[in-house]
């Protein structure tokens, strides 16, 4: 790890002035953030709280995979994996008495550093569609893992008796609690992250996405910086699952099925892979047109499947790319 | 102790046989035009509804499968030519949300038709019952026939692939697209070939097995996924790979299922080795996968990048 007390003194040196477009965006976003709940009990709909944690819990989980995905080029299918190691450690640590938050998070980064070294190191292997279907498979063999684990209820999953603890006090108990503090982990991990890309550790993983064979030519070995990426990635991302066990008080494989992980892929592209901020707006986009469409119609799926083929089809870079094509965004090199 | 081995050797193979049809086009989808499709599984699904429909209509299983056929090639070039072709020059990322984006819409659309509550489909009366095998073993003559009408259909795209023009075409499209089309080859027109033949089998797969499944929603997403994993372990590309990798995997995941827990017995006490078998049998799939790309990561039969 001598190549991260590297990177801080690298980016000490490089420290600029102002902030760039894309931390003001994700600034703009977290204040927007701070003034949902006032607002939702304003409007006397305190409901929208507890959604508003869900949609926080998928800004962390889509920062996650931007990491990877953006920044990585790795486009990992299985990270609804995480997201359910994340639920599985609080329902497991319950069954032993253990209810705070923070060893939660412990727990939920451990296992999944694990997972991910392992998977990650087969999946590494290869590349391009091979990477994509094999991560898929593993993120399905830890689904069918916890739906024959018959202790935590198998496929019905099993419900949370209370929500976690946070040092033993008990903010979480009160939706407003859960919200902030999920808010205060999304704010953490997104300067997290974004140190991370700016640093050098970060400057290489974008090189070996650009030209892995010219960044190993000047001696970085891609494999050890895309595995450690892919592994801090799978540990954000249980961070999520462990706030959305909370926020559903339920524990089951459905947060692992390979649909949340094309869900998580949607909300990267949708945003804007490489951008940080922009996949934390985009799990917002994607979930509130979930909410919207689910309102409108029980067959709501058949409209968000559509809304998908139309958008890869008619703007060839995406969402980011049809801003672009309207003047917005910026402009990337 | 064996006839259970016989009979479960047997179901593997079966599972197989189906498994090879639907991955035989994926593989030749991602070999040759290069793209992730991930609503293969979706076309397994509705080959089993069509026959559960024109069956239902026309009270016969062989009408029914005789019409399905012909709806099934309709249905690839329908969606080669809406949705695929404009993916074939995109990035994988692209294809991945657009063929994600397709399945959720089959899927939901399915439900819309057909209704959410199982549908079955009747076994043809010719191949109802079960022959004797050996001593008292029994086995059902439809499962038999699908092991037979699969292995034709394997035989039939192995002389197409080694022995005739198109198959010619597929292969050096499989190992270098670019001087296959520089050649003068309309490769559009290989490409909505490739597909359309992938779709139809996939379909033929869903039919095949109607009978002796529940036709639901989620049939096509189970199978999606052991396709991906019978693909990566042959090799992208390869019908061989693509026919081994199949068998492999079904009679692991068979047999598997049913001896891993008998073999940890002998180790563990009772409880212990059926919570571990139970846990275990689901994964072993995944394991032989993650043991064979650890040796080769291009698959059996794929080419090394």
Redesign the interface.
């Given at each position: 790890m001598t190549d991260m007390t590297d990177a801080t003194r690298v980016t000490a040196a490089a420290t600029r002035p102002a902030l760039s477009g894309r931390v003001k965006a994700a600034l703009t976003l977290f204040v927007l953030f701070a003034l949902m709940p006032p607002l939702a009990s304003a409007l006397n709909d305190p409901f929208y709280v507890l959604i508003g944690t869900r949609i926080l819990a998928y800004a962390i989980a889509a920062l996650a995979l931007d990491l990877i995905?953006g920044f990585g080029a790795m486009?990992s299918?299985g990270h609804a994996a995480y997201l359910g190691l994340g639920t599985y450690a609080v329902a497991i640590l319950s069954g032993f008495g253990i209810n705070d938050l923070l060893v939660q998070i412990l727990a939920a980064t451990a296992m999944s550093a694990v997972f991910a070294a392992v998977?990650g190191a087969?999946s590494l292997?290869?590349?391009?569609?091979?990477f994509?279907?094999?991560t898929?498979?593993?993120g399905?063999?830890a689904f069918?893992?916890f739906?024959?684990?018959?202790a935590y209820g198998g496929d019905d999953g099993v419900a949370l008796a209370s929500r976690s603890t946070l040092l033993g006090m008990e903010v979480l108990k009160t939706d407003f609690g859960l919200y902030y503090t999920t808010l205060v982990m999304l704010i953490g991990l997104f300067f997290l992250c974004h140190r991370i890309t700016k640093s050098r550790f970060g400057r290489v993983l974008t090189g070996i996405r650009e030209n892995p064979t010219r960044m190993e030519a000047i001696g970085f070995a891609p494999f050890r910086y895309q595995l450690t990426a892919f592994v801090i990635s799978g540990c954000i991302t249980a961070m999520a699952g462990v706030v959305l066990a909370n926020q559903a008080q339920f524990v089951s494989p459905a947060f692992m099925s390979?649909?949340k992980s094309?869900e998580l892929?949607?909300m990267v592209?949708l945003g804007g892979?490489g951008t940080l901020a922009g996949p934390i707006a985009g799990a917002v986009a994607a979930l509130l047109l979930e909410e919207w469409l689910g309102a409108l119609s029980e067959?709501w799926?058949?409209f968000?499947?559509?809304?998908?083929?139309l958008?890869?089809?008619f703007s060839?870079n995406?969402i980011t790319g049809l801003l672009k094509k309207l003047g917005f965004g910026e402009k990337q090199k | 102790m064996t006839n259970l081995f016989v009979l479960q050797l047997l179901n593997g193979v079966q599972l197989g046989v189906l498994l090879f049809l639907i991955s035989a086009g994926l593989t030749l989808v991602f070999g040759i035009m290069d793209v992730i499709n991930l609503a293969h599984g979706v076309l397994y699904m509705v080959g089993a509804y069509l026959i559960a429909t024109f069956a239902a209509a026309t009270g016969s299983f062989w009408w029914g499968l005789l019409l399905t056929l012909p709806a099934a090639v309709v249905v690839g070039l329908v969606i080669e030519a809406v949705v695929m072709r404009r993916l074939y020059a995109r990035s994988h990322l692209d294809q991945v949300l657009a063929t994600f984006g397709l399945v959720m819409m089959a899927n939901e659309a399915v439900k819309m038709i057909w209704g959410t509550s199982p549908l079955s489909v009747p076994m043809p009366e010719i191949l109802s019952g079960s022959v004797p095998l050996m001593g008292p073993l029994k086995y059902p003559v439809y499962r038999i026939a699908i092991i037979v009408a699969g292995l034709a259909v394997a035989l039939g795209l192995f002389v197409m692939v080694n022995y005739t023009r198109v198959g010619m075409l597929l292969r050096a499209g499989a190992s270098n697209r670019d001087t296959v089309s520089a050649l003068g080859v309309d490769i559009n027109r290989l490409f909505a070939i490739v597909f359309t033949l992938g779709a139809t089998l996939a379909c033929l797969a869903g039919a095949l097995v109607a009978p002796i499944l529940s036709v639901d929603t989620g049939m096509g997403e189970s199978v999606l996924i052991l396709t991906f994993v019978v693909v990566v372990i042959g090799g992208i590309g390869s019908i061989k790979g693509a026919f081994l990798g199949a068998l492999l995997v079904a009679v692991v995941d068979t047999v598997g299922g049913v001896f891993g827990p008998i073999l940890l017995r002998s180790v563990l006490d009772p409880s212990a080795a059926g919570q571990a078998g139970r846990v275990l049998a689901p994964m072993l799939v995944y394991i032989l996968m993650a043991v064979i790309l650890f040796a080769r990561p291009a698959g059996l039969f794929g080419k090394t990048a």
């Open positions: 995905l486009v299918f998977t087969i292997r290869t590349r391009g569609v091979y994509i279907m094999i898929l498979a593993f399905q063999m069918f893992f739906i024959s684990l018959s390979w649909h094309g892929i949607v592209v892979p067959h799926k058949l968000f499947g559509l809304f998908l083929v958008m890869v089809l060839p995406g | -």
